[in-house]
């Protein structure tokens, strides 16, 4: 079975400055996507950045970047200089292949507050 | 307008009532999914299609129903509404191929 685990409820960083967001995942599919979404207190669910199991390179997207380390089974999402527009929830989540599908199972996210 | 439209928006429903929750979506989809997110829990999923003919349950199923009227739209059905229901719900939509699932706004859910 599929697991995600966010282990920072809640996160605070200085505006300009980075801050990474932990995810760690179980799977024993070989074949899975990582992905990263923003709900900010409005509450819509905003994609942030993919990462596939196969590919080679960390995938990045303006200013965030996954941290993909597969031998650890993570996949930290890094926002660099901060703005208080990036305070939000976070979610990590992990779809399962099979079938083809983008079944997404997700983590307990992370609060973070960009602070002044 | 949004491609994946949630009606309604809010509710607040009585204990034992029978209450549906709908979805439609215009990004010409095949998958479509219903999530519920609760504090502290992140998002489970409910219920998922793949096409009209396929329904599927997830991880907390009991409780609810669906149906997947037409490519476009998928609803989702409390028959007899709990308190422990009220929470936020989500439906999405992915295309085969493609990697992130597209939200709707949400629906926020009050059994009281």
């Known amino acids: 079975a599929q697991k995600i685990t966010q282990t920072q409820p809640g996160m605070f960083v200085q505006e300009k400055e980075a801050v990474t967001l932990d995810c760690t995942y179980d799977?024993?599919?070989?074949?899975?996507?990582l992905f990263w979404y923003k709900q900010p207190s409005s509450g819509e669910m905003i994609f942030l950045i993919y990462?596939?199991?196969?590919?080679?390179q960390n995938a990045t997207e303006g200013r965030y970047s996954l941290n993909f380390q597969k031998a650890r089974k993570s996949a930290n999402l890094v926002i660099s200089a901060s703005q208080l527009g990036d305070s939000a929830m976070y979610f990590c989540a992990m779809r399962e292949v099979t079938g083809g599908g983008n079944k997404l199972t997700f983590g307990t996210g992370t609060q973070l507050k960009v602070e002044l | 307008d949004a491609d994946v439209t949630q009606t309604p928006r809010n509710r607040i429903t009585k204990t034992g009532k029978r209450i549906m929750l709908e979805c439609s979506q215009t990004k010409g989809h095949d998958r479509m999914y219903w999530y519920r997110q609760d504090p502290g829990l992140g998002l489970r999923l409910i219920y998922y299609?793949?096409?009209?003919?396929?329904?599927n349950k997830g991880e907390i199923s009991d409780g609810y129903s669906v149906s997947r009227q037409a490519q476009a739209k998928f609803s989702l059905s409390l028959e007899s509404a709990i308190p422990n229901q009220t929470a936020l719900y989500f439906c999405?939509?992915?295309?085969?191929?493609?990697?992130?699932?597209?939200f709707g706004q949400g629906t926020r859910l009050t059994v009281v």
């Open positions: 990462q596939g199991s196969y590919d080679q």
């Open positions: 999405a939509t992915s295309d085969w191929g493609r990697t992130e699932a597209f």
């Open positions: 299609s793949f096409d009209v003919k396929d329904i």
């Open positions: 799977t024993s599919d070989p074949s899975y996507g």
